[in-house]
């Protein structure tokens, strides 16, 4: 929804997001800058997917996610031992 606010179209699915190859791909989250895509891969939730949760990121070491545990919208760290160990890489597409 974000990004079609911007007139940027993507796929639905956090794996259809990662492998379409918009934007720059950023490997570390220290090259992180507001509004990159976040990509995580799970193993114990992927399914096999390369991809298995998306994000936002905000800034300071925090992006938005519609979180699947709560079913609501919030914000996590980048750095909590979670999302730290399943970061795959982000995308910068504006």
């Known amino acids: 929804y974000c990004f079609q606010q911007m007139g940027v179209s993507l796929p639905h699915s956090a794996t259809s997001q990662w492998q379409s190859g918009a934007g720059q791909k ?10 990159d895509l976040v990509f995580f891969c799970d193993p ?7 991809c298995s949760h998306a994000g936002i990121y905000i800034g300071g070491g925090q992006f938005i996610h ?29």
Do not use: C
């Not at 079913?71 to 597409?93: E, L, Q």
């Open 26 to 35: 950023i490997t570390s989250t220290s090259g992180l800058q507001s509004g």
């Open 44 to 50: 114990s939730r992927s399914k096999g997917k390369a």
């Open 66 to 94: 519609a979180s699947t545990n709560t079913y609501t919208v919030k914000i996590d760290s980048m750095n909590s031992g979670h999302y730290d160990r399943v970061f795959v890489y982000a995308r910068r597409i504006l």
